[in-house]
């Protein structure tokens, strides 16, 4: 059994820019409000709107109130976001605010902060740096120098900025669990592509700060995209060395894919994973060779027991924290979680059909019972339902 439809249709999103977790604060609809950055809370489009105007409000009151401008930008960045990646004219607008920023509020933490986020550069640190001297202590500054650092091969910076973090205590503790039962769905010397910061820059402070899982060598789609000395590099480190015209063209889609094939095929010791919270598209040319172990998709192609290898893999699994995870209600992170842990459900209903179908039914309705209080958090209780009806699966 290689995958489930149900798990397959909510595989999560993977967000760039963590921020610091914080209680999320009443609404009154005649005030601005903090705009928390969608990864954590999303609104609907009118809200960014309203929420524009009225922190456009308080400039006019006050040109030098800082936080009116970052709720300001924030506001008109998440307005119709996707815009904000595929127009030009919401591109130019961002652009105006922070030159605005610039002339208004210069010198500043917030102007620096959002001048690097809109117009910064994985090689260049500058606007970074400035606001890191200003508040060094200041958590949502940690991932771009941790990214920073890594992609430049200066493993010492990189450490430095990755205890800061985990001392800082801000990463939610649900996203090191999460990744933590990523690594443990790999095996020994593994490659595992990921896709985004919330199931990378976890890995890199287990592996870096825990020192868990230290021979998984994880391959950030993003970055490797970004620089061929940078994948060269990194495969070099696992004693890889590619032929690029065995390849398709460099930075296209079908490029990820290949590799991770490449990679199975002329390096056979070295087993190759899938993130499931991997963008559907990079893996589509190989979706018949992959197979759900856990949180990751293993390649093979070999016909795998998979149901075997999630058995095996989960028994190393911490698993409290999806069921005993304290003072978390209120979070900005909560929503995130429930729908990344989505991803646990595949696995469990896996194990669930082998259990019902070896007439182990107290196994089978533990399982049913984990995923469903998965699927009930996220609202996708009635459709897992639906899904274990279909297989003709009854639990009491």
């Keep these: 059994m290689k995958s489930l439809l149900f798990s397959r249709c909510i595989l999560l999103l993977l967000l760039f820019y963590l921020v610091p977790l914080t209680l999320v604060c009443a609404s009154n609809n005649d005030q601005p409000e903090t705009v928390y950055s969608v990864i954590y809370v999303q609104k609907p489009n009118g809200w960014y709107i309203s929420q524009a105007d009225l922190w456009k409000a308080e400039i006019d009151k ?9 709720n300001y930008y924030s506001a008109v960045r998440y307005a119709r976001y996707t815009e904000t990646i595929k127009t030009k004219e919401k591109r130019e607008r961002l652009r105006e605010i922070i030159d605005e920023m610039g002339r ?57 900025f990755l205890d800061k973090w985990y001392t800082s205590q801000e990463l939610a503790p649900g996203l090191l669990h999460y ?53 060269d590099r990194k495969l070099r480190e696992k004693g890889i060395k590619l032929n690029y015209d065995e390849l398709p063209a460099y930075r296209t889609q079908e490029f990820v894919s290949a590799l991770g094939e490449y990679i199975a095929q002329n390096y056979s010791h070295i087993p190759v ?6 963008w559907g598209e990079y893996f589509a040319p190989i979706k018949d060779n992959l197979y759900i172990v856990g949180l990751a998709y293993k390649f093979s192609t070999e016909r795998l027991d998979n149901t075997a290898l999630i058995q095996k893999n989960i ?32 696995s469990m209903v896996s194990l669930v059909e082998h259990y019902y179908q070896s007439g182990e039914s107290d196994k089978a309705k533990f399982w049913a019972d984990k995923a469903l209080a998965l699927a009930e958090k996220a609202g996708y209780d009635e459709e897992l339902l639906k899904d274990l009806e279909k297989k003709g699966i009854t639990l009491k």
């Design 315 to 346: 028994q190393n699994f911490r698993l409290d924290y999806l069921s005993f995870d304290w003072y978390s209600e209120n979070y900005l992170a909560t929503s995130l979680m429930h729908k990344l842990n989505l991803n646990y459900v595949a």
């Design 62 to 70: 006050d040109p030098q109130n800082a936080d009116a401008w970052r």
């Design 179 to 231: 990744n933590y039962n990523v690594l443990m769905s790999t095996a020994k010397n593994a490659v595992l592509f990921t896709n985004g910061d919330n199931d990378t820059y976890p890995i890199w402070m287990l592996q870096k700060i825990k020192k868990v899982r230290t021979d998984v060598t994880v391959l950030n789609v993003s970055l490797m995209m970004a620089k061929k000395e940078y994948l």
């Design 104 to 160: 208004a509020i210069p010198n500043t933490y917030e102007y620096y902060y959002l001048k690097n986020k809109n117009d910064g550069d994985i090689n260049n640190i500058e606007y970074l740096q400035k606001a890191y001297e200003i508040d060094p202590d200041n958590p949502e500054l940690y991932s771009d120098f941790v990214g920073h650092y890594e992609f430049v091969g200066n493993e010492k910076k990189m450490e430095e």
């Design 273 to 278: 994973y899938f993130a499931l919270t991997l």
